[in-house]
Each structure stands twice: as C-alpha cells, then as structure tokens.
C-alpha cells in the first residue's frame, strides 16, 4: 500500500475538484459507454457523485467503487463537453491511484506492471520471444485486413487483432540519430509500444517524413512505455518509474520538438506526465516540463512547424489510382489536445488520395486501452457504430492518428467483412514521397 498522507492528499484534491461539477447531466449525452448500458454509474455526473463521498465509500466497499470507475474509456468525451470545465478524467485517475494504494494491486497486474512493463529491456525480449512463439496460439482471420484470431477459446474469443509484428520497429535497420538539414530543425522520435511491436511500418513512415524534410531525428534506443496503462490501473509507481526512466532518455540530446505517431502517447506526456508524476527530483521535474512542453502529434509537426500544404507534398499526377480516405479522429487528440486540422491537412496533401470527410468522425470507437480487455463486450458494441459509420462513407481508406484505434477499428471492420483498409495518417502522407 502507498503512503496514506499521500493518498489523503489525493483525495483532498479530489475534493476540491468535485465542487466544480453542477451534475447538469451534458456529460450523459455523449458518453460512449452511457449510450450502450443507459447506467447512471456509467456516466461522468453517476462517478462524481460516487467520489464525493469516496472516503466512507472507500472503507464499505472498495471493490465495488474500483469495479465503477473503472468501466469508463477514459475517452474525454465528458471533459470535452463539460460547461463547467471540470477535468474529469483527471479526477478519475487520481481516484484509481487512490484505490490502487488503499487495495493494492492484483496478482495478474502486478506481475504485468512491476515484472514486466518496468524493465523495458525486458519487456521487449518478452515480446520478441512472444512474436516467435504466437503461431502457436493465434492463426489467421481476415487475409484482406491482415488479422487473426486465437486457436483457444480463452483470452482472445470473438476478437480479430493484429499478431505481434515479426520484426520491431527497435530491431529494424533504423539509425538512432541525423544530423538537421536545411529544415535546421532536429527532432526526437518517442515510438510508443503499439507502434514498435505492432506497426513498426508507422515507425518507418515517421522517418522516412522526417528525413524527406530534412529533420534531423534521434530515436533513443530502450524507450519504454509511456506509462499510460499502468497509471489507468492506480499503479502510480510504475507510472513514476517509466517517466523517470523515459526523461533520462531524451534529456540527454539537445532537441527542437519531440514528435509521437500515437494520440495516447502524446495525451499522457503533455498532459498527465506534468500532472500525475511524483516522486520526481527539482531537475527531473524541470526536465519533465521542458520535454512535456517540447512533445507534438506528427501531423501537429508536419502541419503547424513545416507548414506542410497539398502543393508542398511530393510527386504522383493524381491521375491514376486515386484512393477515398476517411478520417477518424482519435479521442486522445481531438477532445483532449484538441488537435483536428492538422490530421486531415496532412491527408489533403497527398495527390494520391481524395478525402472523404465521415459522419461523426469524433464519435469514440469503443477502445479505451484496457476497457477493450476487461469489457469487450461494450467495447465492440460501441466500435461497430464506429465501423457502421465507416462503412457509409464508402471510402477504400480509413485513416487515424492513434495506434490503439487502428486496432479496434481493424477488429471492427475484419469481422464485418470490409474491404477498407486502417492506416496511420502519417502512411498516407509518407506514400506520396515513392
């Protein structure tokens, strides 16, 4: 268990928070997970309620709270509409630290977090060991969406999902630094774990951007996660532990910009590093800042600091070939960074695709990181909305800007039969360089 004065001091922040929350029931009308279970406990004002008495709560029946807060998908839908301004997603994750301290972390995410998800070293062999071994125990599902599904019935029942890539982005040919060219602009690249043991092809289309403009770009070898699903468990330890081991790896280079090809991943550094790290010395803090301060979404960089536009792209005559693309906005970046434009600016830009805007292209698909995996059931049901949508904009592309909702979406459209392909924003503008 943690230290109780700091989990006192949580709580009295908690407190302070909640007086913002006039409980007019706006966050009910776009909650993604309220829309399928109609359960007040399932929306922002039903939670807040809850916490204002958490402490008494917390003593009767600790389970019960944890097992409320924790079916939410952290999308920000609520705190995106909120009249009031009240940070509700903050406030939720400080109430899983709470818990977390006050209960403790359960065997099976103990072993995921502390065992493994702390030595990033680790971590990687274990997933490279996995990527060998997963024939084993997944066989293929959609040839078309490049899925697969599990042999066993247990855990990987009813899903469609992207094996884990043969080759990760760390292992691959990639030098870990270049020199600025006439951009003068040297950037580092914060991979994320989806991106490097999933699609390292996002990876490479992040370079091969960067290198087109003459970016200079440092890829520190060992990064580890970004510390996301630690934190949205209470594990505010490990969480401490990845930002301390992150900082001492992009500290040590002199960088313009520090660029990420994964909405969480932006979200987290810039907003609940700054907010949720503890533990952490004067200077790391300095250091969080400066970093934090430094991170952008790729499409942010290209569009905002390159001022890429569709007559700066590079060649194809637009002629032959030409592909519809859609664009689902990620709830990461839109509703929490607020980042909209630029992802589809940089789609505009290639002369090899003609974008199609969708219906509803912010509505949440139904991920939410570790939702997926503890509530599949609601998970899916909301990502089919997404891929009815998907569907009816007839595009041969859908597009996005987080890793974890290619996933979904991948999932979504693989059951379904679609032939419409998933690809990163960043891809699509890197093909138009060939």
């Not at 407190?15 to 279970?37: I, N, S």
């Not at 934090?292 to 569009?303: A, E, H, P, R």
């Amino acid at each position: 268990m943690q230290d109780m004065r700091k989990l006192a001091k949580l709580v009295k922040r908690i407190e302070d928070q909640l007086v913002g929350c006039m409980r007019c029931g706006m966050c009910q009308a776009v909650c993604p997970v309220f829309a399928e279970t109609g359960r007040e406990t399932d929306v922002a004002r039903g939670k807040l309620a809850l916490l204002d008495g958490l402490i008494r709560e917390l003593f009767a029946d600790p389970v019960g709270v944890n097992e409320r807060l924790t079916h939410c998908l952290v999308c920000g839908s609520c705190a995106a509409n909120c009249p009031s301004g009240v940070d509700v997603v903050d406030i939720f994750l400080k109430a899983r630290v709470i818990l977390t301290g006050y209960m403790g972390l359960s065997p099976a995410k103990r072993l995921i977090f502390r065992g493994i998800l702390s030595n990033p070293g680790f971590f990687d062999k274990f997933l490279e060991w996995g990527a060998g071994l997963q024939g084993i125990f997944i066989k293929p599902a959609n040839a078309f969406q490049g899925t697969s599904c599990g042999r066993l019935s247990f855990p990987l029942a009813n899903r469609h999902f992207k094996a884990l890539a043969p080759v990760p982005f760390h292992k691959m040919e990639i030098p870990a630094g270049t020199a600025a060219g006439k951009s003068k602009l040297r950037v580092g690249f914060f991979t994320g774990c989806v991106i490097d043991k999933v699609f390292p092809e996002i990876g490479q289309a992040v370079v091969k951007s960067l290198r087109h403009h003459e970016v200079g770009c440092h890829i520190p070898r060992n990064q580890a996660c970004c510390g996301i699903p630690a934190l949205s468990s209470g594990d505010s330890a490990t969480f401490d532990g990845l930002v301390r081991h992150n900082l001492e790896r992009f500290a040590a280079q002199r960088l313009d910009y520090i660029v990420t090809a994964c909405a969480t991943c932006t979200s987290t550094i810039r907003k609940l590093w700054p907010a949720m790290a503890s533990g952490l010395s004067e200077e790391e803090h300095a250091r969080l800042r400066d970093i934090s301060g430094k991170t952008m979404d790729i499409s942010q960089f290209l569009v905002d600091v390159l001022r890429i536009r569709r007559d700066s792209a590079s060649q194809g005559d637009g002629k032959d070939g030409i592909e519809t693309v859609t664009y689902h906005d990620p709830c990461h970046l839109k509703k929490s960074l607020g980042i909209a434009a630029q992802p589809r600016a940089l789609l505009s830009a290639s002369h090899r695709y003609r974008f199609l805007e969708m219906a509803e292209a912010d509505r949440c698909c139904g991920c939410g990181g570790s939702f997926n995996l503890q509530h599949y059931g609601v998970s899916s049901s909301i990502g089919r909305r997404k891929r009815d949508l998907i569907a009816a904009s007839n595009c041969s592309v859908v597009a996005t800007g987080c890793p974890a909702c290619m996933l979904q979406i991948g999932d979504m459209l693989s059951q379904a039969g679609d032939h419409v392909r998933v690809k990163h924003v960043v891809e699509i503008y890197a093909d138009s360089f060939d």
